[in-house]
């Protein structure tokens, strides 16, 4: 990740469309996910409340690229996953109020354990992170003796606790570049962002079959639609895309939220494709006024995301409310994968391999999950590699 979440808010039109070449504009009032985030007296109250209690409490608001924009436009800091965990550890603020889903403030808690850790509703999970168990990353690992277990930032501490090494979609080629060459490498939850990598680096890498919903909807075929009304347009594609294994090949660009925003940013082009959690787009048209950018899909976006409101974010500053604590034990074994991550990500030395400790028992959180019910697009993609 290069950028560290400026703040977003800027509503620009953009167009979206296929099938035909007309084009429809997107409401100048609307956020990336269609939500309204500007324009009325009520939001412009809320925004000044929260103005206020932020003061008051010695608060800062951290928010994800995919947050709806009005939290952006209250924001302190704006960015991907990797960017709000360096802006947890370098902020000297009393209360961290986390406007993105629950793992992400597990992740700020365990960096910051001298910082109270809020969220605006303890709701906002996350589908991915829900695909994987500690019980299951253990008999994965006695099923293969020796591998090292490379999680994705998208689980839970408890996960995490089980894991060796932690990732990012900005930082994972270079978190899979730094373990020795001659471990075989177990990847969860994403299947699709394992198997991008597993393409990058040439490593041996198991894929556990997890995946985002959201990222999953968006249809290839409705993408070269896109390319066909807009052929000089920049198709940038995240690597959580159910379509990655069909159209790798095809994007200009894969990458993280934060290096979709540089890229944007500092590409020539006028018109760009994006392929992620839609509300994104906010953010974009706010930073780049003058540019168009079109949703890969419209139904692309994630309702734990949306449980997030301008309303829930004033209710927890009032309240300071709802707490998100890490139990020691498991804080103190995540940490190892999570500052792994972060050592390599700086260009520092990592950590001496392995450093973990015995077993921990998580009780109701070692029930394996029910089956994931796959979409038939998300098996076809998932066959291609199998």
């Known amino acids: ?196 990598l597993k393409a990058k680096t040439g490593r041996n890498i198991e894929l556990w079959k997890g995946y985002c919903p959201a990222h999953a909807v968006i249809d290839p075929a409705h993408i070269e639609k896109l390319q066909e009304i807009y052929p000089d347009a920049e198709f940038l594609m995240h690597p959580e895309c159910g379509c990655l294994t069909k159209q790798m090949d095809v994007a200009d660009k894969i990458l993280s939220t934060d290096g979709m925003m540089k890229h944007v940013k500092e590409s020539k082009s006028s018109t760009f494709i994006i392929a992620t959690e839609n509300g994104i787009l906010y953010r974009m048209r706010k930073e780049n006024p003058e540019k168009t950018f079109l949703p890969a899909s419209e139904q692309a976006t994630c309702h734990h995301m949306e449980r997030n409101t301008l309303e829930k974010v004033l209710r927890s500053l009032l309240t300071l409310q709802y707490p998100v604590t890490v139990e020691p034990q498991i804080a103190r074994r995540a940490l190892v994968c999570i500052e792994r991550m972060m050592e390599i990500s700086n260009k520092a030395k990592p950590l001496a391999f392995p450093a973990q400790e015995a077993p921990v028992v998580y009780g109701w959180l070692d029930k394996d999950p029910q089956p994931v019910q796959w979409g038939d697009h998300v098996l076809a993609a998932a066959n291609d590699l199998s």
Not at 91 to 97: F, G, Y
């Open 1 to 196: 990740m290069d950028t560290n979440g400026d703040q977003a808010g800027h509503h620009a039109e953009g167009v979206v469309g296929a099938g035909s070449a007309e084009t429809r504009s997107v409401s100048a009032h609307a956020n990336g996910n269609g939500h309204h985030a500007n324009g009325n007296s009520h939001h412009a109250l809320l925004k000044e409340k929260i103005a206020i209690l932020k003061r008051e409490r010695e608060a800062v608001i951290l928010a994800h690229n995919y947050q709806d924009g009005a939290i952006q436009d209250v924001a302190d800091f704006t960015g991907d996953s990797l960017g709000l965990a360096r802006q947890a550890q370098q902020t000297d603020a009393k209360v961290i109020l986390f406007c993105g889903v629950h793992f992400m403030a597990e992740t700020a808690a365990m960096l910051c354990p001298d910082r109270k850790v809020i969220v605006p509703d303890l709701a906002a999970g996350c589908s991915l992170a829900d695909m994987i168990m500690p019980g299951q990353v253990r008999r994965w690992k006695q099923e293969h003796p020796g591998g090292v277990v490379v999680c994705y930032i998208n689980t839970a501490a408890a996960v995490k606790a089980e894991c060796d090494y932690c990732c990012t979609s900005a930082n994972g080629e270079d978190i899979i570049n730094a373990i020795p060459a001659d471990k075989e490498i177990l990847f969860v939850p994403d299947y699709y962002l394992g198997s991008y």
